[in-house]
């Protein structure tokens, strides 16, 4: 599925975010940087050590990254030349600003790339893998918030991708996006 809006074309798709030739892909990151599983260990893998490097660095000069918020480094081996570290929220049940902080993940995400001239990225399915965020919910906010974010800024980016692991999540997230798009 693909839509233009105000200039940029978002794109959904079934794939391994790893492999993506945008210029930026995200990560769902967790707050200490220090890597781990699902997707984080895909993009440290396919990428190499200097990521990890460049995670340690900005450990040391502000001590992690606060969920809601990101920070970006090499994308090392990858086609993509930068990984945004992005930290979204750990589920527990809704009332502790999850959707906010999730919602936050994905701006902080896309200011970071804007302020950096970026012109195309990828993003997953942040959250909703092992800190167990539900999807639909998960799915609403991501695509509500680049939406919003690409209508504010028009033309600030040539392309953002969705990439999706499985059927099921990029069904999900295809559901979401017709409800803001004709
Ligand atoms: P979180 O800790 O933020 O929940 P996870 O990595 O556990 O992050 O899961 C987030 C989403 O990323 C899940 O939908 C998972 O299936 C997906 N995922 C795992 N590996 C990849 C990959 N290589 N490319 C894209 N998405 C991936």
């Not at 200490?32 to 000069?61: K, N």
């Not at 195309?120 to 509500?144: H, K, V």
């Not at 504010?152 to 059927?167: I, K, N, T, Y």
Request: proline content about 4%; overall charge positive; hydrophobic content about 40%.
């Amino acid at each position: 599925m693909e839509v233009l809006i105000s200039g940029t074309k978002l794109a959904l798709l079934q794939g391994d975010i790893t492999v993506q030739d945008t210029e930026a892909i995200v990560n769902a990151a967790n707050s200490g940087l220090l890597g781990g599983g699902g997707v984080d260990g895909a993009i440290h893998r396919a990428g190499g050590p200097a990521i990890a490097e460049e995670c340690r660095r900005i450990r040391e000069e502000q001590g992690g990254c606060p969920t809601g918020k990101a920070v970006i480094t090499t994308g090392g081996r990858l086609k993509a030349r930068y990984v945004i570290h992005a930290v979204g929220p750990v589920w527990s049940g809704g009332q502790r600003g999850e959707d906010e902080l999730l919602a936050s993940a994905y701006r902080s995400s896309l200011e970071l790339a804007r302020e950096k001239g970026i012109r195309s990225l990828s993003f997953p399915s942040i959250s909703t893998g092992a800190y167990r965020f539900p999807l639909e919910r998960a799915a609403g906010i991501a695509t509500r918030t680049v939406v919003e974010y690409l209508k504010e800024h028009p033309g600030a980016f040539a392309e953002v991708r969705f990439v999706l692991f499985s059927p099921e999540v990029l069904e999900a997230y295809r559901s979401a996006l017709k409800n803001f798009v004709r």
